[in-house]
C-alpha cells in the first residue's frame, strides 16, 4: 500500500468516525513483515470497560504456566466484593452483566477455566471480579509492563461505583491493546500452547457487533469487546481464509448514540478489511 493509499484510508476512516458525536481511536496492524499500520488518536486514554478482560485472562494464563493456579481448580462462585475506595461491600446486578447464567451458580463451584472462558466469550462481570481478586489487579499490572505495556491501568474489577465517582477507573489505549493482541497473535507470551488457548476463547466471543459484524462469516475474528454508557470499543486479531491476518482496535467515549456508534465502528471494521482484500 503507497502512503497516498494510506493516507486516503485514514482519512476515509476518520470522515466515517465523524459520522456520529463521540470521539473515536483505532490501531491497525498488518501482521506481515513491512504491513501497514494506521493510527488515529492510538495514545489517547479512554475507559476500558471490558477490553481489560483480555489482560485479565493473560495474567491467569501466566500464574497457570508459573504453577500458582490450576485451570481445573474450581473455586465457589460469589456476588460480593470490595471496593478499592474504602473496603466496603458492593454486588452485581444480574441484569446490568452480560453472563447472567453464572448468577444462576452463586455458592457452587466453577473452574477456573469455565470462569475465563465466561469472562471473554460473554463478557461476564461476575466471573472478572472473581478472577481479579484470584489473580491480583497489581499482577496483571507487572506482566503487562512486561509486555511493553506502559499506559494501560488495571486498579480494579467492574462496577465499583465508589472508584468510578471518584475517577478510579481502568484505562487503555489503541496503542497498548494493539501491542496486548499482536504479542498474543505471535505468540510471545507465556508460551505457545498458551497462546493458542486464549486466541481459541477469544475466537468464541458471542459479542459481536463491531469487528466481525459486517465482515464475510468465513473471517475468524478473535476479539474482546467493551462497552458501557457512552463508549463502544471492540479489540482483536483478524484471520482471513487465505492465512493472513492484521490486528484491529477500535475505541470510542462521549458517543451520545450508542447504536450509532457502534454501526459507524462496524463500518470502518469493514473498510479496513476491504483495503485488505484488495492488496
Known sequence: ????????????????????KGTFALAFKELTPGGEI?????????????????????????????????????????????SIIDG??????????????????????????????????VSSNLASNILVEIVGAKNVMETLKSMGVNNTKIIRGVEDLKAFELGKNNITTAYDLLTIFEIIALKKIISEKACDEMIKILS???????????????????????????????????????????????????????????????NVSRMLYDCFQSK
Open 204 to 266: 468464541e466471543q458471542k459479542c459481536n457487533s463491531v469487528i466481525p459484524a459486517k465482515l464475510p462469516s468465513n473471517v475468524v475474528v478473535a476479539h474482546k469487546t467493551g462497552t458501557i454508557m457512552g463508549v463502544v470499543h471492540d479489540s482483536g486479531i483478524i484471520y482471513l481464509p487465505d492465512g493472513r491476518k492484521y490486528i484491529l482496535i477500535i475505541l470510542s467515549k462521549d458517543l451520545n448514540d450508542m447504536q450509532a456508534g457502534t454501526n459507524v465502528c462496524a
Open 38 to 82: 494506521i493510527f488515529i488518536r492510538e495514545n489517547e486514554f479512554f475507559h476500558a470497560a471490558s477490553t481489560m478482560k483480555t489482560s485479565l485472562m493473560i495474567e491467569v494464563f501466566a500464574q497457570v504456566q508459573k504453577g500458582k493456579l490450576n485451570l481445573e481448580d474450581t473455586v465457589l462462585i460469589k456476588n460480593e466484593f470490595k
Open 1 to 20: 500500500m503507497s502512503l497516498e493509499k494510506n493516507k486516503e484510508i485514514k482519512e476515509s476512516i476518520i470522515k466515517e468516525f465523524g459520522k456520529t
Open 88 to 121: 466496603s461491600v458492593y454486588s452485581l446486578n444480574m441484569s446490568d452483566d452480560g453472563g447472567e447464567e453464572l448468577y444462576n451458580f452463586v455458592n457452587k463451584p466453577k473452574s477456573i477455566y469455565e470462569l475465563v472462558y465466561y469472562m471473554i466469550t
